[in-house]
Structures are given as structure tokens and as C-alpha cells.
């Protein structure tokens, strides 16, 4: 049974950093594609930024370019959201999401999700 439970998220100040984790468990199935998504109040969910099970391919959102970092820890089971810049459009609750590697998913989709954590930007 997979299981992501994702942390870090807070109340920070317009132009603050963050950094989120997400703690997997359960990879027996791997390797494993892995991959932040957030989703505003009334809005369905959206990409956020991915890596690839090696992490040598990572993929971002453009509002996020240039300012998230998305890595991930393969011997601790975990990734990580590094979030600088932060604005109040950032604002969203952020979820960490994981999916096989060799199975077929369309582009940007997944098969195991966490909770999500709320992140708050204040202007």
C-alpha cells in the first residue's frame, strides 16, 4: 500500500521560501515517477513540477519556472518541493503524487496521492 504524507506547508509573507516534503511509503512496485500538484479553492487540481524515478528529468509548470525546485531523496523515500519567491497567487494546497514508472499513464497523471498540505502567502 503506497502512502504519501506530505509536510511544511505554513503561513509565510510574500517573497518568503518554503520547502515541502512528502515521506513515501510502500514503493515495493518501483521505480517511481514523482510529482507536486496544487489546487486553489473552486479549481481542480494542477501540475505543480515532477521528477523522474532517477531524477535525472524534471519537469515544471510554467508559473512555477524558476522559482520551485523539485528533488527527491530516493534513499530516505522522499521528495521535496523547494519553494522561493513565494507569492500570494501560490497560495493553494499543495499535494505530492507517485506512479510506476513502466506502467502507462497519460502526461502529468498519477496514481497515488497524499493529503496535501495548505501553503498561505500573505501580501
Known amino acids: 500500500q503506497v502512502q504519501l504524507v506530505e509536510s511544511g506547508g505554513r503561513v509565510v509573507q510574500t517573497g518568503a521560501s518554503l520547502k515541502l516534503s512528502c515521506a513515501a511509503s510502500?514503493?515495493?512496485?518501483?521505480?517511481?515517477?514523482m510529482g507536486w500538484f496544487r489546487q486553489f479553492p473552486r479549481r481542480a487540481r494542477e501540475f505543480v513540477a515532477s521528477?523522474?524515478?532517477?531524477?535525472?528529468?524534471?519537469d515544471y509548470a510554467d508559473p512555477v519556472k524558476g522559482r520551485f525546485t523539485v528533488f527527491k531523496d530516493d534513499d530516505q523515500d522522499a521528495l521535496y518541493l523547494q519553494m522561493n519567491e513565494l507569492k500570494p497567487e501560490d497560495t493553494a494546497v499543495y499535494y505530492c503524487?507517485?506512479?510506476?514508472?513502466?506502467?502507462?499513464?497519460?502526461?502529468?497523471?498519477?496514481?497515488?496521492w497524499g493529503q496535501g498540505t495548505q501553503v498561505t502567502v500573505h501580501s
Open positions: 503524487a507517485a506512479r510506476r514508472t513502466y506502467v502507462y499513464f497519460r502526461p502529468r497523471e498519477y496514481e497515488y
Open positions: 510502500g514503493l515495493t512496485y518501483g521505480p517511481y515517477d
Open positions: 521528477v523522474t524515478s532517477g531524477g535525472a528529468t524534471t
